[in-house]
């Protein structure tokens, strides 16, 4: 039987990065994913022969000289990637109920500031000032800016502050407060919650320069998985992790569902933390570890329409839609039957066979688990374990599409004339595809009130396993990225990974 160097456990864009890392330095690596489609998020689904994104639908950083364009330039990514630069003057629109302006975030510092100062005026020098404290941040944090230097950052005030108060101390406008914390869904972000940083390194990346994939993000695991088998790793398909086996303190092999066993020397989990728990089994993991990962809240799940639209009836969108109806941008987690969907994020995505016109577009409004909860013993995922849910969930499925689109109609009019069809995806389609406990958007809940506790380390307290993945810094690809540079420091002992990164061969 073969002993890889590292197992690798999720092939979403942490674990891939982990393993090119490595096989880059020389480790024989092994992934496994329990799915048929390699990427995690990354992945795509085909409706109607059009294209929807699961959970990438644009990226930051990518122009040359960028921290996103580095890094994916050393995964090999930058030279083979299908991008379409989003709108420089407003990747996002930002937009509210009874309200006809739409507030344009947009691409550049100094664009930002004058594209939003045409609308506020009044606001130019906090404008300003605003931008000075999200790059503040976003230099405290070396990874991000592709720099080796060590800090210690467990003190920063940034830490220490949520996201809406920083965002309302700087403007005095309040329209202008909630629409820089507009398109807070891209963190989930809550009022009592999100810590500014949270906030600073999202939009940051984003302000820098928005991307989107043309044909979607799959791309980015297909590319990387085929520089990883370049160099010498594998990926295996329906290859779900179950139990780890331990060879005294330390682990031995991974047992799949299927009763196959992977031998390692190291392992490296990139799915959601308690998960990873559940397959240690006896004492190898103190109780008050397990208790305190598991205790850790997760951030909300999401509800999404992915509408299919009629041939040629709505032009190309080259930006992304935020549409918030309550009256603080900062509540949509906390909804009541009643105000659901507070906020809507829509998504549309670039055809290369298409692209004058919009082929489909996803609505994203968040759902919280429980409302799925009286389905949650079924499970469904194509084309191995397909389980009708019932009617009851069909029905419940079809109202909530039914309220997002009437929201829809009323931002965008004429929209409900050009659906040709439309699917649904609900928190529970998210868990089974993803494999998180609870179809949680982004893992772990940032919060402010303790910073320390939701800051999860790659070391584990098995001494040769380690954790990757959206639970440890930050979420999204471009923290998921850094993420993996860390991860595999910690493997590799600290060889110096930036360097290498910022000169690939
Ligand atoms: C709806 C939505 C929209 C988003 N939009 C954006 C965006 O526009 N831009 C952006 O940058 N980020 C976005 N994100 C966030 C981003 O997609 C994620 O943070 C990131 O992709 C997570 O990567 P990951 O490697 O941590 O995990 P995942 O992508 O979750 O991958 C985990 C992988 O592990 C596999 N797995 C789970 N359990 C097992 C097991 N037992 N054995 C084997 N395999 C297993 C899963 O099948 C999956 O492939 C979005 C997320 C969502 C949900």
Redesign the pocket.
Known sequence: MIKYDTVI???????LCCAYILAKEGKRVCV????RQ?????QIYSRDKTIFET?????GGLDEGQNLNAYFNYFGLMKELKLQKLDQNGYDLISFKDDKQVYPHAQGYENFIDQLAQIFPNERANLKLYIEKIKEVCDSFPLYNLSAEKKDITAAWHLQIDSKSVINSIFKDPKLQQVIGGSNMLYAGLEDKTPFYVHALVVDSYIQSSYRCIDGSSQIAKILSTNIKKLGGEILNY????TFYFNGSEIESVELTNGERIEGNTFIS??DIS?TLDMVEGSHIRTAYRNRINSLENSVS?F?VNVVVKPESMPHYNHNIYHCMAPDIWTGGNYTEKTWPETIGLFTTTSSKNPDFTENFTA?AYMRYEECAKWENTKSIIPNNINYRGEDYEAFKIEKAEKILDVLEMRLPGTRSKIKSYTTASPIT?RD????RDGS??GIIKDYTDPLKSFITPRTKISNLFLT??NLNL??????TVSSVVTCSDVLGNPNLIEKIKNPS
């Open positions: 456990i999720g092939s979403g864009m942490g674990g496994l994913e329990k799915n390699i990427g995690g998020s990354l959970g990438v639908h644009y990226l290859s779900e992790a179950k990139g799915i998960k999401s999404l994203l998210y595809y993803i494999g998180s958007l982004y993945g959206q979420h999204g690809i471009m923290g998921v």
